[in-house]
């Protein structure tokens, strides 16, 4: 779907807002003031936007980036190189094309050996993973500990897209190479994780990956999301999760916070054409408003103008946007997804409709994540055993090597 400019929607200027002044001031290592919930009055370290919601990071976050598919000694192969891929939606916001890892090399031609036998790739991945996953908990359940009143709920997921990398000319192999060697200066690189996927994937996610790796079908569900900025509350963003009522109205299912990453480990997998993300995050839901906040936000929420015709499917008229000058409308979405589940991990494939009143950026984009359920259930019941937890990362990304990391159709060139 193709992103459509503001001043080509086919809606009055009227009914789109405009972005507040306060929305566009930026926060950076601010302190949340978060009244209703103590769990966020910790320092985070926000980096930044994504389509309307703010991306926070805990005090101690940990974000690693690994290379599967080296040769001995943690080489690259001579075949590997940086290259440029055309991507509209990230071209439009960094005016400029990013650069992903390709190797020239069949996968094949990688797992024969010279000799030296080598590691099972998700028996690597799991290795490095570990002891950070391990850490990056530990903190999560001393905080949870603390915060009983607080409703904390932590996810591990995998996601399954490409690393990109900015900042080209000046991004090389060389330079690729030792932020790899040396983790402490790993962020040198900016990267981002592109998560769009074409349609042939899920497709065949749908078809073949779900009953293959044994989880039955859930539910699907349609959901509205309201992106609001809370002046009180300036590092974070508030998410109010609506479903649609017949009569076209939206009916709040939900209020969260911004998600907060723990842990974020961004693996590039040279024999294979898709990447892997692996991510521990905890969300709080907002369940001791005010009522003054609960009416503002209802308020917003019934404003609300569900219109197939606009990115993220919701607009506002002139003036509703807001609420006195404490709330603002700052994004939308628009998602349909499907989920998939059993006793160890929760599969959800979904259309996302996503739209930033700040930027005017809009992206659709389809998506595909694996919620490792039965790990986090492992590090909850057996903090101090770590065989458990074990066997059971490295089954799940054996799984994952093999049914999630093909795609012969990438959304960009």
Same mark, same amino acid.
């Given at each position: 779907?193709?992103?459509?400019?503001?001043?080509?929607?086919?809606?009055?200027?009227?009914?789109?807002?405009?972005?507040?002044?306060?929305?566009?001031?930026?926060?950076?290592?601010?302190?949340?003031?978060?009244?209703?919930?103590?769990?966020?009055?910790?320092?985070?370290?926000?980096?930044?936007?994504?389509?309307?919601?703010?991306?926070?990071?805990?005090?101690?976050?940990?974000?690693?980036?690994?290379?599967?598919?080296?040769?001995?000694?943690?080489?690259?192969?001579?075949?590997?190189?940086?290259?440029?891929?055309?991507?509209?939606?990230?071209?439009?916001?960094?005016?400029?094309?990013?650069?992903?890892?390709?190797?020239?090399?069949?996968?094949?031609?990688?797992?024969?050996?010279?000799?030296?036998?080598?590691?099972?790739?998700?028996?690597?991945?799991?290795?490095?993973?570990?002891?950070?996953?391990?850490?990056?908990?530990?903190?999560?359940?001393?905080?949870?500990?603390?915060?009983?009143?607080?409703?904390?709920?932590?996810?591990?997921?995998?996601?399954?897209?490409?690393?990109?990398?900015?900042?080209?000319?000046?991004?090389?192999?060389?330079?690729?190479?030792?932020?790899?060697?040396?983790?402490?200066?790993?962020?040198?690189?900016?990267?981002?994780?592109?998560?769009?996927?074409?349609?042939?994937?899920?497709?065949?996610?749908?078809?073949?990956?779900?009953?293959?790796?044994?989880?039955?079908?859930?539910?699907?569900?349609?959901?509205?999301?309201?992106?609001?900025?809370?002046?009180?509350?300036?590092?974070?963003? $508030? %998410? !109010?999760?609506?479903?649609? =009522?017949?009569?076209?109205?939206?009916?709040?299912? /939900?209020?969260? &916070?911004? @998600?907060?990453?723990?842990?974020?480990?961004? $693996? %590039? !997998?040279?024999?294979?054409? =898709?990447?892997?993300?692996?991510?521990?995050?905890? /969300?709080?839901? &907002?369940? @001791?408003?005010?009522?003054?906040?609960?009416?503002?936000?209802?308020?917003?929420?019934?404003?609300?103008?569900?219109?197939?015709?606009?990115?993220?499917?919701?607009?506002?008229?002139?003036?509703?946007?807001?609420?006195?000058?404490?709330?603002?409308?700052?994004?939308?979405?628009?998602?349909?997804?499907?989920?998939?589940?059993?006793?160890?991990?929760?599969?959800?494939?979904?259309?996302?409709?996503?739209?930033?009143?700040?930027?005017?950026?809009?992206e659709f984009s389809r998506e595909v994540g694996l919620k490792m359920t039965g790990i986090v259930g492992q590090l909850q019941d057996h903090m101090a055993e770590?065989?458990?937890?074990?066997?059971?990362?490295?089954?799940?990304?054996?799984?994952?090597?093999?049914?999630?990391?093909?795609?012969?159709?990438?959304?960009?060139?």
């Amino acid at each position: 779907m193709a992103y459509i400019p503001p001043h080509k929607r086919n809606v009055k200027d009227a009914d789109r807002p405009s972005p507040t002044p306060d929305v566009l001031v930026p926060q950076f290592e601010r302190n949340l003031t978060l009244k209703s919930s103590k769990y966020n009055s910790e320092k985070r370290k926000d980096k930044h936007s994504s389509q309307g919601g703010k991306i926070i990071y805990a005090k101690h976050s940990i974000n690693r980036w690994w290379v599967i598919g080296l040769i001995d000694d943690d080489q690259f192969p001579a075949s590997v190189r940086l290259e440029p891929v055309s991507c509209e939606s990230i071209e439009r916001k960094n005016g400029e094309k990013p650069l992903v890892l390709v190797c020239a090399h069949p996968p094949k031609e990688f797992n024969e050996t010279t000799g030296n036998s080598r590691r099972s790739p998700w028996v690597s991945i799991a290795q490095m993973i570990q002891p950070h996953l391990l850490t990056s908990y530990r903190s999560v359940w001393n905080e949870m500990e603390f915060h009983e009143s607080e409703e904390i709920k932590p996810s591990f997921v995998a996601r399954f897209g490409k690393i990109l990398l900015h900042g080209s000319p000046s991004v090389t192999l060389d330079n690729v190479k030792r932020s790899l060697a040396d983790e402490s200066t790993s962020s040198r690189v900016k990267r981002s994780f592109y998560t769009n996927l074409p349609s042939s994937y899920m497709e065949g996610i749908l078809g073949n990956v779900a009953p293959n790796i044994g989880v039955d079908f859930d539910e699907e569900k349609e959901y509205y999301h309201v992106k609001v900025f809370d002046k009180s509350r300036p590092d974070t963003t $508030i %998410s !109010c999760k609506c479903t649609a =009522l017949k009569g076209g109205e939206l009916e709040l299912h /939900k209020i969260e &916070l911004s @998600a907060v990453r723990h842990l974020v480990a961004d $693996i %590039s !997998c040279l024999e294979k054409n =898709l990447d892997l993300r692996l991510m521990l995050y905890t /969300k709080v839901t &907002l369940t @001791a408003l005010t009522d003054d906040e609960k009416l503002s936000l209802s308020h917003l929420i019934k404003s609300a103008i569900i219109d197939p015709n606009v990115k993220g499917g919701l607009r506002w008229p002139l003036g509703k946007e807001c609420f006195g000058d404490k709330y603002s409308v700052v994004g939308a979405w628009h998602t349909k997804a499907k989920a998939f589940k059993n006793l160890y991990m929760k599969l959800k494939v979904r259309d996302a409709d996503r739209f930033d009143f700040r930027t005017s950026m809009g992206e659709f984009s389809r998506e595909v994540g694996l919620k490792m359920t039965g790990i986090v259930g492992q590090l909850q019941d057996h903090m101090a055993e770590v065989g458990p937890v074990t066997d059971m990362l490295q089954d799940t990304l054996k799984l994952i090597w093999d049914n999630f990391l093909s795609c012969n159709d990438l959304p960009f060139s």
